[in-house]
């Protein structure tokens, strides 16, 4: 249920389904998200520059040359008294991983107490459920862990975390698509390309909503999948 | 020929293609980016000639030389900007800004310097023959996105045009310049997790703004806040003007390329209107903001449309 919306400036508004962070209120959230862009596409409503889904809120940027505030939370407020549906289908993703090069795996193994390949078990079986993309493009934030992974940010981010890298936090996990700074503790690398800056199509592999498992590759299939592309 | 080439001699400091911004793709992560300075970007456009909004050149700082090897265009250069022209028989002609220019064959526009501002633009008539990704041609050096594979213009790199100079008339705009260092804001969503004193200081302080300072941010340097809930939320979309405060309680301002999703308090936000003003600001100027409501800010935006319309329909032909 939408909570509140807040105005983020003058032009960009919050829809705020609550606190929680949970995959039912996240499905509230990507419904109004498939919904306004369905509209938008429709050219039901006008002025909408951007909509973009996060754990719990849904932001979006208007243009106040053609709309505003006003217009906009009416058209949310319309918006919640229908009943919303998913209007795509939700796609299920195997993502190959490497467990080989051990960034954090031994510190997390001495942190949790756990042995390397408890904690790959367990990460291997989770399935994964896509909150939201963002902060760099195509970068997945997704959850449910098993709360025995869970763990705090490194103190100390780091200032290089390769591009692939498949990191834990708390019940989160996440796949850094770019070489980037980063404060997650870093279990496994995909060779996967979550971003494509060619395709005008669909430049980003995964959706919001969509869903993950991870598949256990060695060192010699990952070099070798690199060297295919 | 059809169009004209120019070859790359100077580079500039942070010299890329950009447009109004690339819309749509937030929810995969994707920054609009864009030019900083909207106003100056729609003026350049203009005084070529350009009925629609073609992607510009934005330098910031030191511009780049460019040589014009091949064809003939009109060029106009919009900001608070240094530039020459050469002409190929070696005459040198100071630039002026808000005016358009007719190079040909073997002349030269040295962009020195933006004056006392950030970002300046370099327009040509017909726009820059670029590659679009998603109905955009700005460039995101960050993920390499847009024209030019995503890179900042190089040395040695050649930029073509559209099409060749048709129009044979120059042009000119008259603006009047914005000084104010008073940026006006909205209150933002966690304006409360601030301390009483500390929302009063927001205000009457002067931030001043540090070298640390880019497309994606600008941060300002000032008597430190106390945030007295959380110093980090659950993260959400964020957008170009909002005012985050980390735990430091010295506040960064989101600008232009900023990622799409943040998890810092925002104790406000710019007002649209006030935006190209502040961007153009260089670091160590003293800023401060001033709080004021959501109809006083549509408001401001409606007159600053209207002047930026008026500056268009005001654009004289140079005799």
């Not at chain 1, 959850?143 to 019940?171: C, H, M, Q, W, Y």
């Not at chain 2, 608070?80 to 002026?96: A, P, Q």
């Not at chain 2, 327009?123 to 030019?148: C, M, Q, Y």
């Not at chain 2, 502040?278 to 959501?294: E, H």
Request: glycine fraction near 8%; include cysteine; proline fraction near 4%.
């Amino acid at each position: 249920m939408l909570k509140k919306l807040n105005n983020i400036g003058d032009s960009a508004i919050v829809c705020d389904f609550g606190e929680e962070v949970n995959q039912t209120i996240n499905n509230e959230v990507i419904k109004l998200f498939h919904y306004v862009r369905k509209q938008v596409e429709l050219g039901n409503i006008e002025g909408i520059l951007n909509c973009a889904p996060s754990y719990n809120k849904l932001i979006i940027n208007f243009d106040l040359q053609k709309t505003n505030l006003s217009n906009i939370s009416d058209f949310i407020n319309l918006a919640q008294s229908k009943k919303l549906n998913y209007i795509k289908d939700k796609k299920h993703w195997i993502i190959p991983i490497c467990y080989d090069f051990e960034i954090d795996l031994n510190n997390i193994s001495k942190e949790l107490k756990l042995d390397k390949e408890e904690i790959i078990n367990i990460h291997i079986n989770s399935t994964f459920f896509i909150y939201m993309i963002g902060f760099v493009p195509g970068h997945p934030f997704m959850g449910d862990l098993d709360s025995k992974l869970f763990l705090n940010r490194l103190k100390t981010p780091r200032v290089k975390v390769p591009a692939g890298s498949v990191g834990i936090v708390e019940k989160f996990c996440n796949i850094y698509p770019y070489e980037s700074p980063g404060g997650w503790n870093i279990i496994g690398r995909t060779p996967i390309k979550l971003f494509n800056n060619k395709d005008n199509l669909k430049p980003s592999l995964l959706s919001p909503g969509d869903t993950i498992k991870f598949k256990s590759i060695s060192k010699e299939e990952f070099n070798n999948f690199i060297n295919d592309k | 020929m059809t169009n004209s080439i120019f070859k790359v001699l100077r580079a500039g400091m942070n010299t890329t293609f950009q447009d109004e911004g690339r819309f749509g793709l937030q929810h995969l992560g994707v920054p609009t980016s864009g030019c900083m300075d909207h106003k100056s970007f729609t003026v350049a456009n203009a005084l070529v000639g350009n009925k629609k909004k073609y992607g510009v050149i934005e330098f910031a700082y030191q511009g780049p030389l460019l040589k014009l090897f091949k064809g003939k265009t009109k060029i106009a250069v919009t900001g608070n900007v240094y530039f020459k022209i050469i002409n190929s028989n070696n005459i040198t002609i100071d630039g002026e800004c808000n005016r358009s220019y007719d190079l040909n064959e073997g002349d030269s526009i040295d962009i020195l310097a933006t004056d006392k501002s950030a970002y300046g633009y370099m327009s040509v008539e017909g726009g820059f023959k670029i590659e679009s990704f998603f109905n955009s041609v700005s460039t995101l050096v960050k993920a390499r996105i847009g024209p030019n594979n995503g890179s900042k213009i190089t040395l040695e790199d050649k930029i073509t045009t559209n099409k060749n100079r048709k129009n044979e008339n120059n042009f000119k705009a008259s603006i009047l310049p914005e000084n104010s260092n008073t940026i006006r804001v909205l209150k933002g969503p966690q304006y409360d997790f601030f301390s009483e004193k500390s929302k009063k200081l927001f205000f009457s302080q002067l931030y001043k703004i540090s070298n640390l300072t880019d497309r994606m941010g600008m941060r300002l340097e000032g008597q430190t806040l106390k945030n007295i809930v959380n110093t980090n939320i659950r993260s959400e979309g964020i957008t170009k003007g909002a005012i985050q405060v980390p735990a430091d309680g010295q506040p960064i301002i989101l600008l232009t390329d900023c990622p799409t999703i943040g998890g810092y308090p925002k104790i406000a936000n710019i007002i649209t209107a006030d935006y190209d003003l502040l961007v153009q600001k260089i670091p160590g100027t003293n800023i401060s903001f001033k709080c004021i409501d959501l109809e006083e800010a549509e408001e401001l935006y409606k007159k600053k449309n209207y002047n930026i319309s008026k500056i268009i329909k005001d654009i004289k032909e140079i005799n």
